[in-house]
């Protein structure tokens, strides 16, 4: 049985990119399908689909490669996790990499990238970081 089924994804995502495949399934959750929405907005990701099989729900997603084969995601970190949960003010999820990089925070108002939960003026618990 799988406890936290973010860092899971995340590792499925990161295996995928590895060994170069074009697609990766991950479990189904409401926090793993706003972060997987959230990654193919910002472009690390092709696209994602949810797949229901009878009462079992999956997410595939299609991994974005550049021009030379490389996976466009550098790097995937889970921040919070269940046995340490890690918390940001609206000031501390500002910037991420220079701009260059995205924290995923979960709010009071959804999950939402950190540029928008800048804008709301909110913050969360931090749920990965990429970039």
Known sequence: MINDLVSDSLTRIRNAGMRKLNAATLVHSKSVEAMVNILVDKGYLESANVV???VKKTI?????YDDNGVVVINEMKRVSKPG????KG???????KN????IIVS???GVLP?????ELG????????IW
């Open 99 to 102: 701009g260059y990089g995205t």
């Open 107 to 109: 709010t009071s108002h």
């Open 84 to 87: 340490r949960r890690v918390y």
């Open 114 to 118: 950190n540029d928008k939960a800048y």
């Open 122 to 129: 909110i913050g969360g618990e931090v749920m990965c970081t």
């Open 90 to 96: 609206k000031e501390d999820i500002k910037r991420f």
């Open 60 to 64: 595939k997603v299609a991994l974005k």
């Open 52 to 54: 229901e099989d009878g």
